[in-house]
């Protein structure tokens, strides 16, 4: 069945560069004044990918290549015309960031106290990397080990590593200047990495360091007919989530996220590592649903939830139908930099179930692994204190 599901997601790669004859090539050595159309004229951007590509055409991005910023798919034209999103060459998996990458030298750190050093992200001298003017961190990769506890003052730092972004400014806890300290260090910042629409084929592709989402779609639009397969997300989430009080702060970020209504998503042999929030999630206040969508043969390292669902003020009807989370492995799911920084660590469990105000629930949790869990199985939130009917978990192996 694998197999045939490879074979299936190669041949609508496949359909959807040749029945659309479009197809544009993204290169770090690349030209954005180029047209793209081979790897000789590749682009270099993804802003420009973002203004260019059009819908129901093949984007590839070179292996062994990094690049910066938040990529926005177009909807493909239809089911025969998707846009496709892959990679080209030798080497590993293209990779998509959104990280400052600080210069390592210690001129660009100003010393306020002893401890307490700040470096100004406003200003591209001081770093490479993403182009954005956010400045709510979700972590630090240092020497690439991620440095997870984000405070919301600079005050308030009172550890080593301990970071917090004000008014366009970087600060962090240190005992000397940073970059004596660091020869690497890498600022995930608050950007989602792919966003997607319908009729979007994505694979061979890594998402690694953002503070926000790895990939996300729907919240307001209808998501239909997707595939993604073969990627890897890694070291996702943390940033704070405005429209909050300040007394409620609230950090987040999801490796796949299905905001609002979505039919015909499938996500397979895709890996996790390190994310904040949840590997994959359906989530929202929706008006048609979701409905057959599958995340199955996936691999989640050390991340704090594994498979979430929720939703509220759904009309009478309108849940999930047909949805499910299969042939999954987790290991350590429960653990990882976002559970212990997080400050409920209750919630950190492999399966999330948040409030479900709907009368509609067909999801099946079936055929998955569940390995080391710290903190058990399960958190179920809101509503009764109960699985609820139609949330169906049989024939797991937990160990």
């Known amino acids: 069945m694998r ?142 080990e991620v440095k997870g506890w984000k405070r919301f003052c600079h005050a308030d730092l009172v550890t080593p590593w301990d970071f917090c972004g004000e008014d366009g400014w970087l600060y962090v806890h240190a005992e000397r200047n940073p970059a004596t300290i660091a020869k690497d260090i890498r600022v995930a910042l608050r950007v989602s990495c792919v966003k997607f629409g319908s009729h979007n084929v994505i694979s061979n592709v890594a998402v690694r360091g953002t503070g926000a989402h790895g990939m996300n779609a729907g919240w307001g639009c209808d998501v239909a007919h997707v595939r993604i397969a073969d990627c890897e997300l890694e070291n996702i989430g943390g940033s704070e989530l405005k429209g909050y009080s300040p007394d409620l702060r609230i950090r987040f970020g999801n490796g796949i996220e299905l905001g609002g209504d979505a039919e015909d998503v499938i996500v397979e042999r895709c890996s996790f590592l390190g994310v904040y929030d949840v590997c994959f999630t359906m989530q929202g206040y929706p008006k048609k649903g979701w409905s057959d969508v599958c995340c199955r043969n996936c691999t989640m390292t050390d991340c704090t939830q594994a498979f979430e669902v929720w939703c509220q003020r759904a009309p009478k009807g309108v849940g999930f139908k047909r949805c499910s989370f299969t042939g999954n492995r987790t290991l350590r799911v429960g653990g990882g930099w976002g559970a212990l920084v997080r400050p409920k660590r209750e919630v950190a469990t492999p399966l999330l179930i948040y409030r479900m105000d709907t009368d509609t629930i067909d999801i099946k949790v079936t055929g998955n692994t569940f390995e080391n869990m710290p903190r058990g199985l399960i958190f179920n939130r809101g509503g009764v204190n109960k699985i609820p009917n139609g949330y169906r978990i049989y024939d797991n192996i937990v160990k």
């Open 3 to 144: 197999k045939l599901c490879g074979a299936v997601l190669a041949a609508f790669c496949a359909l959807g560069a040749e029945a659309g004859g479009e197809v544009r090539y993204l290169a770090a050595s690349g030209d954005d004044a180029a047209d793209g159309k081979t790897p000789a004229t590749a682009w270099r951007t993804i802003e420009h990918a973002n203004d260019a590509l059009p819908g129901g055409a093949t984007l590839r991005l070179k292996c062994g290549d990094t690049f910066y910023g938040g990529l926005a798919l177009p909807p493909g034209l239809d089911a025969k015309h998707p846009t496709v999103l892959t990679s080209w060459g030798e080497g590993p998996k293209p990779v998509i960031s959104a990280t400052k990458n600080l210069k390592p030298d210690p001129s660009v750190w100003q010393n306020l106290t002893h401890c307490c050093w700040r470096i100004n992200l406003a200003n591209p001298s001081n770093f490479t990397g993403i182009a954005t003017d956010d400045c709510n961190p979700g972590f630090l990769l240092v020497d690439g």
